[in-house]
């Protein structure tokens, strides 16, 4: 009777051809290939060589030093592998011969097709097979012919601090392979953190004046406090999910992990999906984050949160001329928000205006938790673009400053510094917040250690850094 022996994932036996299908050891697919698997357009697939020692470094598989290998694809939501690895007889008794040192590999490659989303600002060109993660084998074995012989797998590695770039960051942009995969980011082709739309430089001010006095201001809206504000550039549009997703994998300069983390309070994608997540909300305002996940992102642009003047600095006085202060940021106070029609068109920012009634009315074929695109390259901006070239200053989603926040800023401001609070101020209103609420100085507060969804998923982030 004809004999083979049969190498499975972690065992080595000797079968009767004639027998039945070997039953392999199940083994778990890494964590970062499962869901990658789940990424339009994408093919994974498995191979396991089985090697004589020393096992080459990664990278070095399919050389004389193999004596067999298989290879199987992966399907999407498939969780393990099996593995029969055939090797011939005579493979087993050629020098070294039985009793010679062998070692396992698992290498995982991903290729893709063309394609893209119809939300996404890329269209992916085809590319691959691209290395995202491999297994060794945990100890040396020896293939002995109808005998049997352990071969344990490791973790997979797939990059991270002293992995080759050439294997598992190809473009080079410290985001590994894998983890590109795993985002729905795109392997070839660098991925950074910078605002689709770029950023606006704005000179600095000698005596801006922050705050109102008079009319119907609210007691921690004045009064007034003048004092300079340094140059800045601050990012023309809310930071989409897509930075922030591109942050979730771009790696510290320590190797100690990721930037950024998981919003704490992010909301699910109509999928189901997790909205950072989701290919469809990649152009929308990143949602709940903490104060702390809102500086971070900026810290790892080599920028940061903007203070509550600089913000209103920005929101409130175009160009250098600090005597021009607008009460909303898309122009004078005399352009007032309006219905028309009796519909809220949101021609001037995402935010709720109201019926005679005192009814809210949302945008215009949106429901109200909608917070609607921060860019949209297919059919341009929907909003009108504000002061300083600075979108979404009104409504759309509130924004973290770094400024702890006080009902008595403003004379606390003309003393000095401010004092900790365990608030910080957020500033431009949401799609939740009425015109009042929208002007240039109305001020919010939101705990730093907040984390409800129905809290934080109003606020989003806007970068600065100065000049």
Not at 59 to 69: D, F, I, K, L, R
């Amino acid at each position: 009777m004809k004999r083979a022996c049969l190498v499975l994932l972690s065992v080595l036996a000797c079968v009767d051809s004639s027998s039945e299908e070997p039953a392999g050891v199940t083994v778990e697919v890494p964590r970062g290939v499962q869901r990658a698997l789940g990424q339009d357009g994408f093919r994974l697939s498995a191979t396991m060589f089985i090697m004589r020692e020393p096992c080459p470094p990664p990278g070095g598989e399919g050389g004389p030093e193999t004596v067999a290998s298989e290879t199987q694809e992966l399907q999407e939501n498939q969780a393990s592998v099996n593995f029969a690895v055939e090797v011939p007889t005579r493979t087993v008794l050629a020098p070294p011969g039985p009793g010679g040192s062998h070692c396992a590999r698992v290498v995982y490659t991903a290729s893709w097709e063309a394609g893209g989303s119809a939300h996404a600002p890329w269209q992916r060109a085809a590319g691959g097979p691209l290395r995202v993660a491999h297994q060794d084998g945990t100890s040396s074995f020896t293939l002995m012919p109808y005998a049997n012989a352990l071969v344990g797998l490791a973790a997979a590695e797939y990059g991270g601090t002293g992995a080759l770039p050439q294997l598992y960051d190809v473009d080079g942009d410290n985001i590994p392979n894998l983890t590109e995969l795993e985002l729905a980011l795109r392997p070839q082709q660098p991925d950074d953190l910078e605002p689709p739309a770029g950023t606006t430089e704005l000179p600095a001010l000698t005596a801006f004046c922050m705050g109102q006095s008079g009319g119907d201001t609210l007691p921690s809206e004045g009064p007034e406090v003048c004092t300079d504000v340094g140059a800045l550039r601050v990012d023309k549009l809310e930071v989409t999910n897509r930075q922030y997703r591109v942050c979730l994998g771009k790696l510290r300069p320590d190797g100690d992990g990721p930037w950024c983390t998981e919003p704490v309070a992010a909301r699910r994608a109509e999928d189901g999906e997790l909205r950072v997540l989701s290919v469809g909300s990649e152009l929308l305002p990143v949602v709940g984050v903490t104060l702390e996940q809102a500086a971070t992102f900026c810290a790892a642009r080599g920028m940061r949160l903007p203070s509550e003047l600089e913000w209103e600095r920005a929101a409130r006085t175009p160009g250098a001329d600090a005597a021009v202060r607008w009460t909303y940021p898309w122009g004078s106070s005399d352009d007032e928000p309006e219905l028309e029609n009796g519909n809220n068109p949101c021609t001037l920012g995402r935010f709720l205006l109201y019926t005679p009634d005192f009814q809210p009315e949302p945008c215009v074929n949106e429901s109200v938790m909608d917070v609607g695109p921060g860019f949209n390259p297919v059919l341009g901006r929907a909003l009108r673009v504000g002061i300083n070239d600075l979108s979404d200053l009104a409504g759309n989603v509130a924004e973290w400053t770094s400024t702890p926040f006080h009902l008595d800023a403003h004379e606390k401001l003309a003393q000095g510094p401010l004092p900790p609070s365990r608030a910080n101020t957020v500033r431009g209103g949401s799609y939740q917040s009425g015109p009042r609420f929208v002007r240039g100085y109305a001020r919010s507060a939101v705990d730093a250690d907040e984390v409800r969804p129905e809290v934080l998923g109003a606020v989003g982030i806007r970068c600065v850094a100065d000049r």
